[in-house]
Structures are given as C-alpha cells and as structure tokens.
C-alpha cells in the first residue's frame, strides 16, 4: 500500500543494500554504489562483551589476540549466531555508509539478503537486528534472487533462469522465473567448508597446524576443481604437531585439490539435485541460458569447467560475482514498486515498526 510519509521520506533518505554474509559485509547506497566491502568480524572483549573493532581492523586480529580479547564472526552459515554482537556489527556499517552525507538525513530503508533456506526465526533474528540498527523499513530478499538480480538475469520474464551462489558459509541454488524462485537448494557448505578441509588435510598428511587464513590463502592461490592447464605449487607454513615447532612444507594444486574434493562433490549433487526438480518446460531455457554462478568462492580455480563437465551445462560466472547480491539488493530498492513481489517472506506485514 502507498504510503506518503515512507514516499517523502524516500526522496531525502538514502537507502541501503547489505549483503550480510558470513565471511564479509557488503554494502550499497542508493546513488552512490558500494561503500563498504569489509569482513564480518567483531573484535570484543570477553568479560564486558565491549566492542574494540568491527571489519578490517578486526579481522587484522583473528589468531593474534591476547587472552582477554576475541575476534568472532558473529554471522555463521549466512545466519546469525550472536545477536547482540551483529546488531552492533550493522549499527557499525549502517553508521559508517552514512558518515559522509552532507545533510542529516531519514533513517533509511535496508535490503538485506540472507540464504533462501533460514527459518522464519532466524529471518526474524535478522530483521529485529536491521531494524535495532537504525533502519526504517527492512526487506529481506533471498540471496539467489538478489545475485540474479545483481547478474542482469531475466527473472520477471516467463523463462528459466539458473543462479548458483558460492559464499562463505554457504551455497545457493535456484531456479527463477516469473519473479520467483520455482525450485531452490540452500546447503552449508561453501568457502569456510572448503578452508577447514584444507586445515585437515595439511594434518593429517604432514601433521602441519595451519590456520584459517592461510588455508583460504592456499585455496585462493592454487585450489581448483578441474586439472589446471599448468599445475601450481605454494609454500604453507604452520606448526608440526610432533615437534611443535614451525614448518614449511611445499604443496601442489593436485594436493589441494584432492582436499577440496569432498565438499565440491556436495555442490555439485546440489546443483544435479535441483536440475532433477526442475519441471520440463524450463529445462529447455536452462539449456540456452546456462547456470550462472556468483559469489566468492565462484572464483575457485576450474569450477564452471567441472560444473559444465558434470551438469552437460553452459556455465558462465557473472560479471564482478562477489558484488552480485548486494547490487541486485540495490535495485530492488531502485524499483520497489515492481520488484516488490520478489522479496522474501515477512515483507510489507510486520517487518515495520
């Protein structure tokens, strides 16, 4: 329903997309694009539950900390796990998207993407949290639909269309058309799924502790999914659970991916999953149109390569992945009056205060 005040108000606001994920934060505002891109990490400290550092700065301190401070990731599996700790992770974001304005301005309305297989409690933990933030109004959108929105997918028009969304805590896979999602498939397994088998696999084969960060580092620089033109080696150091001393051993991509073979293998039985559940008529425009992937770890070395091997597929990353949620979030604010229907559930009743 039009409403004049949230009409006038919208003329001088300005309106935010975030794409709150489990490994980093992303947010857009209307009519300046993005202005944050940092990581979901709060520094506190553990007997006042103080905030010391929020994003960057916080995530300098993961592994370094004294005893007295802890650096979390409040968001776990693209869902919260610490309420208290992501409203002032948001209220932090929100605040700082709006500190160069100009001229005092509405609280504005937020787009928030989250995984299209959270219960309604944990939509509600979200919401409640934005609204706690300093929002006005807080839509909820579901991440697949959001990055085919950010990736210039047709998915108002009567024609399928594939979206897989590779984050940190987890994988997204939808089939849209129409403006809604006909068939979707959310698992936790993603990124961070991928990093711990990496930790595990340096343990168990050279009795190495590695920690996250140079897990993901490895994985970033030489993981992949598919034989690599050329194969790739990479030095990893950590401590050696026999001696307790520091090592460096020398890995190769064959390595690496053998490591990562497990949670690629669920990914992709998720994404036969939902072309098995996908009704006739839209698998023939899938065939045409392919599956489009988006997201960080979407950038895995190899991954559409094997993805089109296993799924007799067209498989195409969407331009910039990573910031696909966050700029569909951003037009949905643009055209909310047309892209209403898209929204996930809880929209429009109950979600203002």
Request: proline share 5%; hydrophobic share 40%; with cysteine.
């Amino acid at each position: 329903m039009f409403n004049p005040l949230n009409a006038f108000l919208g003329l001088f606001s300005r309106d935010i997309s975030i794409d709150l994920g489990t490994a980093s934060t992303l947010v857009l505002v209307r009519g300046r694009g993005i202005v944050i891109n940092e990581p979901s990490v709060v520094a506190i400290e553990k007997r006042t539950r103080r905030v010391l550092a929020i994003g960057a700065e916080a995530r300098e301190m993961v592994g370094r900390t004294p005893a007295n401070i802890v650096a979390i990731r409040p968001m776990r599996d693209g869902v919260i796990s610490d309420f208290d700790v992501t409203e002032k992770m948001l209220h932090y974001f929100i605040g700082k998207a709006h500190e160069r304005s100009m001229l005092p301005s509405p609280r504005p309305r937020v787009v928030v993407g989250i995984p299209s297989g959270v219960t309604e409690v944990e939509k509600r933990a979200v919401r409640d949290a934005t609204l706690s933030a300093g929002a006005r109004e807080c839509y909820l959108i579901e991440e697949p639909m959001a990055a085919a929105i950010g990736a210039g997918l047709p998915i108002t028009e009567p024609f399928g269309s594939m979206m897989v969304d590779l984050g940190g805590g987890t994988t997204e896979v939808a089939v849209l058309a129409l403006g809604g999602i006909v068939v979707s498939r959310s698992i936790r397994v993603a990124g961070d799924e991928m990093d711990e088998e990496i930790i595990q696999y340096a343990r168990q084969k050279y009795n190495l502790l590695i920690g996250e960060r140079m897990a993901e580092r490895t994985k970033i620089a030489i993981g992949s999914a598919y034989p690599l033109p050329e194969e790739q080696t990479m030095t990893i150091c950590g401590r050696n659970l026999i001696t307790g001393l520091p090592e460096a051993v020398e890995v190769s991509s064959v390595e690496i991916r053998e490591a990562l073979a497990r949670p690629i293998g669920i990914i992709i039985e998720t994404v036969k999953d939902a072309i098995d559940e996908t009704p006739p008529e839209l698998i023939a425009d899938l065939m045409e149109q392919g599956i489009t992937l988006a997201g960080g770890t979407c950038l895995l070395q190899g991954l559409p390569e094997r993805l089109a091997e296993e799924t007799k597929m067209r498989v195409t990353r969407a331009e910039d992945p990573i910031t696909c949620v966050v700029r569909g979030g951003g037009k949905v604010l643009e055209n909310l009056d047309t892209l209403h229907k898209v929204l996930a559930g809880m929209q429009r009743r109950g979600i203002r205060r």
